[in-house]
């Protein structure tokens, strides 16, 4: 309906007005500005200012650290996972329980069981003074392997330093015929001290200790925490076999290696089953602190395990080659007998095993190392010829084997012959070879350093 008496281009403005509202007029005079914002000035484009999108941030950020202050929720349910291909089974998560510092979790495992060959089954069965020829020194008691603790912990790192810590201590001992084992898995950080009193219950029961590295690593590691704690180290008095060092010289020249993983594998035919990489352990607790659960921390643990039940057997293995009843017909092997016996200042022991590893078909690196042994023990008896002989069959290659047996060439013209200027030329030739020699900077300089002072002796007597 139009309105009465009203024309046809008023009618067209007033449609037009209804489709396209009319620009505002301008103000007469401009309006004030807004106050500056000290954060930042408002979006270009009309969303909100700097000040507000910062505020947000942090009012989220104080959100998520309360989240992980707070203990978790039991009745929080995660959302429906999308169903996915069937895969491996993954060990159950580890969850934080309210309130508690700290957990023990204990372990019983049979010791007549087919683990690592059926060595833990002969655990009771070493006696003291054979587990004694562990020892590097012959006048150290043996340790008890029926009534040892077997040690091993992980750590929030490896740097060492009071800024370490051990959050898992795992233990092993026999009692009534099983290989028990307890763990202290520290959960809160303020509960250390808890953690360690419990442990050090546990450890004066034992007046005997078995470890890998515990020397130079858990052991200065622990007592380092017990005294920031305020407490008593437990192990202190305690008899200390480190089996890191019989190893070795046992394995090692067998194997290649002397690292508890490989020699559980290839010594002891153990595989293991979903084990987690050491270097992964501690960013594993640090994430099992902030989210309260984890399951990859059931794949540590299980790894303690492993490696104390590995650790118990291997002892056993390595007290069994210097029973006097072993036999083998691995050249390396006879070797590394013998040459622990070697390093125990045990000749007669050692010098026929040493002969018997040579005659077997030893080569390399042990085939030089054996030659330098028998003719040093022919040397201590006063048969220089017969110890020349056996150093000059040492290889020509440059190695730290060639480098000692040239010093040994020095010290014979020297002192036997009269003969300075011969010997000057012998260690004028192991100067030469040293920067070729593959030797660990430190032993590098600390050679160099002997070899310069040998020929400055040397030259003032030519």
């Not at 080659?321 to 000749?347: S, T």
């Not at 010997?423 to 310069?452: F, G, S």
């Amino acid at each position: 309906m139009t309105r009465s008496g009203e024309s046809l281009a008023e009618r067209l403005a007033r449609s037009r007005a209804r489709v396209v509202p009319p620009k505002p007029a301008p103000p007469a005079t401009p309006p004030e500005a807004p106050p500056p914002d000290p954060v930042g000035e408002s979006s270009g484009d009309g969303g909100e200012s700097r000040r507000a999108r910062l505020e947000r941030a942090r009012r989220l950020l104080r959100r998520v650290e309360a989240r992980w202050d707070r203990k978790p929720r039991e009745d929080h349910q995660s959302p429906s996972p999308v169903p996915a291909r069937p895969g491996p089974r993954r060990p159950p998560a580890v969850r934080r329980p309210p309130g508690e510092p700290f957990t023990r979790e204990d372990h019983d495992f049979p010791m007549a069981s087919d683990f690592a060959r059926g060595a833990l089954s002969r655990l009771p069965e070493v006696r003291p003074q054979l587990a004694a020829r562990l020892n590097l020194r012959p006048d150290e008691p043996g340790v008890d392997l029926s009534r040892a603790i077997f040690l091993d912990t992980e750590t929030s790192g490896l740097a060492g330093g009071t800024g370490t810590f051990a959050f898992l201590i795992g233990a092993g001992w026999v009692e009534d015929g099983r290989f028990r084992i307890a763990q202290f898995l520290l959960r809160d950080p303020a509960g250390e001290r808890a953690m360690l009193e419990a442990f050090a219950a546990l450890a004066v029961r034992h007046l005997d200790l078995v470890t890998y590295n515990g020397k130079s690593f858990d052991m200065p590691l622990l007592e380092t925490r017990f005294a920031l704690n305020g407490l008593s180290a437990p192990l202190g008095e305690a008899r200390h076999l480190d089996l890191l060092h019989p190893a070795r010289r046992l394995f090692h020249p067998v194997h290649g290696s002397a690292k508890l993983g490989v020699l559980e594998r290839v010594a002891l035919g153990v595989e293991r089953d979903d084990d987690i990489a050491g270097a992964l352990i501690p960013q594993v607790f640090f994430d099992f602190l902030r989210g309260g659960a984890d399951r990859r921390m059931e794949s540590v643990l299980s790894h303690n395990r492993y490696d104390l039940r590995t650790l118990a057997a291997l002892t056993v293995h390595a007290a069994e080659r210097l029973d006097d009843d072993w036999d083998d017909d691995d050249p390396a092997a006879i070797h590394g007998v013998g040459d622990h016996r070697w390093r125990r200042n045990e000749p007669e022991r050692a010098i026929p095993l040493i002969e018997r590893a040579l005659a077997a078909g030893l080569g390399g690196t042990l085939r030089d190392r054996s030659l330098l042994q028998l003719g040093e023990h022919a040397k201590r008896g006063g048969d220089w010829d017969a110890a020349v002989a056996r150093w000059r069959r040492v290889s020509d290659d440059d190695t730290p084997e060639r480098l000692e047996a040239l010093v040994w060439f020095a010290k014979h013209e020297e002192h036997h012959r009269k003969d300075f200027d011969q010997a000057l030329l012998h260690i004028e030739d192991a100067l030469e070879r040293l920067p070729r020699v593959p030797l660990r900077p430190d032993r590098a300089r600390t050679v160099r350093e002997a070899l310069r002072h040998r020929r400055r002796r040397l030259r003032a007597r030519s």
